[in-house]
């Protein structure tokens, strides 16, 4: 697994494949081709971003800064996705699931 690269060829995945391809949803590198996937999840960093807003907007109302602090949180979200996100080889997973037991 490797942070945010294809394991492969080491190309950095994209800010959409970051944020919006879920945990083990297959899809390709673009500097390889190679079926690749997310390995972890954002669940609970996007959780805290939520109760971080909402908390933030129980403070203010002014429209300006829930828009700024909302769209910091979604750029953080990304950028945390494509540089810390574990990426494995979907088809050495799919392989492995698919070998039949030798007992």
Do not use: H
């Not at 391809?21 to 190679?34: I, L, S």
């Not at 960093?45 to 949180?73: E, H, N, P």
Request: hydrophobic share 45%.
């Amino acid at each position: 697994m490797s942070d945010g690269k294809c394991p492969k060829c080491g190309t950095r995945i994209t800010a959409f494949q970051a944020g919006f391809k879920g945990r083990k949803k297959p899809f390709e590198c673009r500097g390889c081709g190679q079926k690749i996937q997310k390995a972890n999840s954002e669940l609970w960093l996007a959780m805290g971003a939520f109760a971080a807003f909402w908390g933030i907007k129980s403070q203010t109302d002014d429209i300006a800064v829930l828009a700024a602090v909302f769209f910091a949180m979604c750029a953080v979200i990304v950028l945390k996705s494509m540089y810390r996100a574990q990426i494995e080889l979907a088809d050495a997973v799919e392989g492995m699931a698919q070998e039949p037991s030798s007992s």
